[in-house]
């Protein structure tokens, strides 16, 4: 784990913190990665809930809620599964905000639609009119295995505390 997402995880939780909100992960690409560099930092107990780590589309139905329907007909790669995704894991959590991510971390499993790289984040806030706030963004990330789900770990914090501050 790099030096620089310790550091952006230590930020996002000053940030949770403050704002007194809970989060939680719902990952596929990253195996859990998202939720590994959380909780290495001490006292993330105090605004991190839990993550759903959803590798198979089979974890997605069961564990977040995603539709059989909405895989069959856009993949599990998709704004779509990335959605329901975020919305399952508000929905089975404490949580505030939810950051959702499911992409092709290679080096096989890349179509010409979606190659190697191919990465789609979620990310969903309640707000304090208690409506849902969801945003979803697609990247097409450069480099090995590794590279492509650090980038995302990366991008999904990142993202996480610009949807706060």
Known sequence: MSNKLNILAKKLGDVLTKKKFYLATAESCTGGGIAQV???VPGSSKWFDRGFVTYSNQAKIDLLGVKQATIDDNGAVSTNVVHEMVEGGLEKSI????????????PGGGTTEKPVGTVIIGWGLILPNKKLSITIQDFCFVGNRHLVRNKTIHK??????????
Do not use: K, P, W
Request: proline share 0%; charged share 10%; hydrophobic share 55%.
């Open 38 to 40: 959380i909780t290495s």
């Open 156 to 165: 999904a914090l990142e993202g996480v505390i610009e949807r706060i501050i």
């Open 95 to 106: 949580a505030s905000i939810v950051v959702s991510v499911s992409g092709v971390a290679g």
